[in-house]
C-alpha cells in the first residue's frame, strides 16, 4: 500500500500525486490535523512542532511565547510545517534566517519500518547527518510527524529600506557582495522594471506580449486570474503600454529612461491638455494656469507618470477625447479625426478608462446638445470608432483564457 502525505496541498512538483506505481492501492494522508505547537525550549531556541501546523499558525503559536519562526515562503499562507521540511522550502526571509532546511534541528518519521528520530541538539559534528535524508524527501521515505526547528526571539523593532541602482546588473553585484561577505539583512529582494519592460521586449522579438518567453513568467495577481490567453498572450489589460515601450526600445534602445520617456511624455500632455480644456470653459487665463500647476505639483501624477503602466497615457487620451469632443459642433476640420483616433487609441489602453468616457460623451450630448450641429459629426465619428475597435473586441470575447 503506498502513502502519500499531504501537508498544505501546495506542492508545484506533482509530489501530491496519488499514483499507485504498482502498489494494491494509495491512500493520501492528510495530515493538517496534526497542527499542535508541541513545546518550546527557550534555552536552546528551539520549538516542537506537528507537521500539520500552516505557517500562520506557527507564527500564531510561537509568538505567544515572544517566538518567530520566520520562514516565509510565498505559499506561506497554506503550506505546512511538514510539507516545508518535506521540500526543502526556501522563502523570501531564507536570505538572513536561511532555508527551511537550515533551521531543523530534528525530525521526528513514521516509516515502513518503524520511527525514524533523526537530529538531538542545535548543533552536532558526529557522523553523515540523516536529517539531510529526510529534508526534500518528499515522502518517499516516510512521514514526518513532529519537527524540532530553531527559533528566534520576535524583533523589537523593524526596519525597511529600498535602494536604487543603475541597472539591474549593478543590483546583483550589490547582493552578491552581501552574500559572500555575509552581511545580509533579514530579507533582500532585487526587482527590475516591472511586466512592462519584459512585455515590450517580447513584442519586439515575437510581434506580441507573451506573458513567458520560457524563462521569465510575468504575472500580476497573487491569486489565480486569467491575464493570459491559451497562446500566453497577455489579455489582462490592453497593449498600448506595450506598444509604447516597444516603439521607444527600437529607437532609443533598452534602457530604464526609454522605457519610461512614454509614460513622462504623456505626462505633460496631461498638463497641456488640463490646461486647454480649462481655458475653454474660464475666461480667465490664471484660472487654467492655476489647474495645470496644481497638476503638475501633485505627488499622485508625478509618481504614476513614470511608471511604466497605462495611467499617463490613458489620462492624457481622455482628456484628448474630451477636448476634441467639445470641437466636433465647430468647424475645425481635425476634430472628428483626432475625437476618433484618441478614441480608438483610449480602447487600446484602457478598457475601464475607454466605456466611462464615452458613457460621458454620449451623457452630456443628449442632455446638453440635443439641437446641436454636433450630431452631425458625432453620430458618423461614434459608428467609425465602433467599427475600428470591433474586430479586437471579438478577439478578445471569443478567446479562450487560461486559468492557473
Ligand atoms: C503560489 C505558490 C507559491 C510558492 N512559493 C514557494 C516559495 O516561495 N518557496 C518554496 O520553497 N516553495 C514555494 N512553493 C511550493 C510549495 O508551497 C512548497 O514546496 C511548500 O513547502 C509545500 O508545503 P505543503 O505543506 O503545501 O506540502 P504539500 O504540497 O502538501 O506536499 C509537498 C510534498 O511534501 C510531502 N509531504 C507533505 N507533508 C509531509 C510530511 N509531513 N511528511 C512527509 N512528506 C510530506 C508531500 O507528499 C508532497 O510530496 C509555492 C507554491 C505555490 C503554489
Known sequence: MAVVPFGGGTSVTGGLVAARDGYAGVVSLDLIRMDQLLGVDPISMTARLQPGMRGPQAEAALAEHGLRLGHYPQSFEFASIGGFAATRSSGQNSAGFGRFDQMVVGLRVATPIGELVVGSSPANAAGPDLRQLVLGSEG?????????????????????????????????????????????????????????????????????????????????????????????????????????????????????????????????????????????????????????????????????????????????????????????????????????????????TEYAAFFPVMAAVAAHALLFQRHSGLWKNLLPALALIVLLILPLSLIHISEPTRPY
Not at 234 to 247: E, F, G, R, S, V
Not at 297 to 320: D, E, G, H, K
Request: with cysteine.
Open 140 to 348: 518517499t521515505f516516510g512521514v514526518i510527524t513532529e519537527i524540532t526547528v530553531r527559533v528566534r526571539t520576535i524583533a523589537a523593532e523593524t526596519a525597511y529600506e529600498a535602494w536604487r541602482f543603475e541597472s539591474f546588473i549593478d543590483g546583483q553585484a550589490a547582493m552578491r557582495h552581501l552574500a559572500q561577505n555575509q552581511i545580509l539583512p533579514t530579507i533582500i529582494r532585487l526587482s527590475d522594471e516591472a511586466e512592462t519592460a519584459l512585455s515590450a521586449r517580447h513584442m519586439l522579438a515575437y510581434g506580441l506580449p507573451l506573458s513567458t518567453d520560457g524563462r521569465t513568467w510575468i504575472q500580476q495577481e497573487e491569486v489565480p486570474f486569467h491575464e493570459f490567453s491559451s497562446d500566453y498572450v497577455w489579455i489582462y489589460h490592453p497593449w498600448m503600454q506595450y506598444a509604447a515601450t516597444a516603439l521607444s526600445f527600437a529607437v532609443l534602445g533598452e534602457s530604464t529612461s526609454s522605457a519610461r520617456l512614454p509614460f513622462a511624455l504623456a505626462g505633460v500632455a496631461c498638463i497641456l491638455l488640463l490646461y486647454r480644456l480649462a481655458r475653454r470653459s474660464q475666461p480667465d487665463p490664471g484660472v487654467a494656469r492655476l489647474a495645470a500647476i496644481l497638476l503638475a505639483l501633485f505627488v499622485p501624477t508625478i509618481l504614476l507618470a513614470r511608471q511604466c503602466r497605462y495611467y499617463a497615457i490613458s489620462a492624457a487620451l481622455t482628456l484628448l477625447v474630451l477636448d476634441s469632443y467639445l470641437s466636433l459642433g465647430s468647424a475645425r476640420q481635425w476634430s472628428v479625426p483626432c475625437f476618433v483616433l484618441s478614441s480608438v487609441l483610449l480602447f487600446h
